[in-house]
């Protein structure tokens, strides 16, 4: 579960980049945004492969 939590944590940290981004036109935040969701691709890959190496090792 603690690798849920870095996902949920990465996920509410973007929260006000997004809001600023969005809502505001922020084009700073914007920047913020994608190399968060940059973070989240890798972090994602990274759970994948543990995940199936786990699963092939039980």
């Not at 579960?1 to 944590?9: A, D, I, S």
Request: zero cysteines; aromatic letters at 6%; glycine letters at 8%.
């Amino acid at each position: 579960m603690e690798r849920y939590g870095q996902v949920r944590g990465l996920v509410e940290s973007l929260e006000s980049d997004f809001e600023k981004f969005y809502d505001k036109g922020n084009q700073a935040a914007g920047t913020r945004v994608r190399k968060g969701m940059q973070e989240l691709k890798n972090l994602a890959q990274e759970i994948r492969v543990e995940v199936q190496s786990i699963k092939n090792n039980q």
